[in-house]
């Protein structure tokens, strides 16, 4: 008998604002994503280890994590 383990990363977008970017310094849109690492066995997704929110600009690809608080902030 075995066991097949695996760890999936799906990522999701969550909304587009408009702000400036810490990178470049551009008033851009930046992309909120949501990133999930699942641990699956025999390919079915079991577990969520890990929620990372990410902020990606558009235009320079910069990317800077979230905290949830951060996230439910720009929200409004
Ligand atoms: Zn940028």
């Excluded at 799906?10 to 999930?36: D, W």
């Excluded at 066995?41 to 979230?66: E, H």
């Amino acid at each position: 008998m075995f066991f097949l383990f695996g760890l999936t990363t799906r990522e999701n977008l969550q909304f587009t604002r408009s702000a400036t970017c810490h990178y470049c310094g551009l008033h851009a849109p930046q992309q909120v994503i949501l990133r999930k690492t699942k641990l699956s066995v025999f390919f079915i997704p079991l577990l969520t280890l890990k929620r990372t929110r990410l902020q990606v600009c558009t235009n320079c690809g910069g990317t800077s994590r979230l905290s949830g608080s951060e996230q439910r902030a720009l929200a409004h």
